[in-house]
T-cell receptor
Framework: DARVTQTPRHKVTEMGQEVTMRCQPILGHNTVFWYRQTMMQGLELLAYFRNRAPLDDSGMPKDRFSAEMPDATLATLKIQPSEPRDSAVYFC?????????????FGPGTRLTVT | GDSVTQMEGPVTLSEEAFLTINCTYTATGYPSLFWYVQYPGEGLQLLLKATKADDKGSNKGFEATYRKETTSFHLEKGSVQVSDSAVYFCALSDLGSSNTGKLIFGQGTTLQVKP
């Protein structure tokens, strides 16, 4: 069945390095969301897109995070430079985004550790 | 703004016990309501949903009824199993003015079921 895929599943990097996480939404879904999950903060919405256009990225630290959708089958979340406080699990989710069909489907996540 | 409040966890039950996880919400308009489940090391999965008042969502023995008068969507299961141990998230759709498909999540409730 159709699933959201994310790569890599795990990433360990040193502080100051660039990190790129990738997401392939379910084919036909027009909304894509990036979340971050930590024990302290829980689940936080970082950014989301509709039809590849960014709708809101107010949840992201602007100076180091960027999110893009180069095409309908790929969403990326980049951190440059990374910091230890960025250590978290990052989830991508996709959906149809309209009334009555507004559930989101989550990927398995990328577990990021910044040392 | 819209918000979701869940009962704090962890909730610890013995196998075959009755489960209730409380969820209340604040919203303008008539959002859809959801329960998601997150098993260890995985992403969130949609468990059930309800799109209008008095709707009952059900799946895998879990049920929740959309109660507009009490602004609640409590999750119930008659007999829990060890395999139900997970984190449960209540969520509502943020209709807003642009109907973006954004979801607002509660903080999550951890359920531990002991044999």
């Amino acid at each position: 069945d159709a699933r959201v895929t994310q790569t890599p599943r795990h990433k360990v990097t040193e502080m100051g390095q660039e990190v790129t996480m990738r997401c392939q939404p379910i084919l036909g879904h027009n909304t894509v969301f990036w979340y971050r999950q930590t024990m302290m903060q829980g689940l936080e919405l970082l950014a989301y897109f509709r039809n590849r256009a960014p709708l809101d990225d107010s949840g992201m630290p602007k100076d180091r995070f960027s999110a893009e959708m180069p095409d309908a089958t790929l969403a990326t979340l980049k951190i440059q430079p990374s910091e230890p406080r960025d250590s978290a699990v990052y989830f991508c989710a996709s959906g149809l985004g309209y009334r009555g069909q507004d559930e989101q489907y989550f990927g398995p996540g990328t577990r990021l550790t910044v040392t | 703004g819209d918000s979701v409040t869940q009962m704090e966890g962890p909730v610890t039950l013995s196998e075959e016990a009755f489960l209730t996880i409380n969820c209340t919400y604040t919203a303008t308009g008539y959002p859809s309501l959801f329960w998601y489940v997150q098993y260890p090391g995985e992403g969130l999965q949609l468990l059930l949903k309800a799109t209008k008042a008095d709707d009952k969502g059900s799946n895998k023995g879990f049920e929740a009824t959309y109660r507009k008068e009490t602004t609640s969507f409590h999750l119930e299961k008659g007999s829990v199993q060890v395999s139900d141990s997970a984190v449960y998230f209540c969520a509502l759709s943020d209709l807003g003015s642009s109907n973006t498909g954004k979801l607002i999540f509660g903080q999550g409730t951890t359920l531990q079921v002991k044999p």
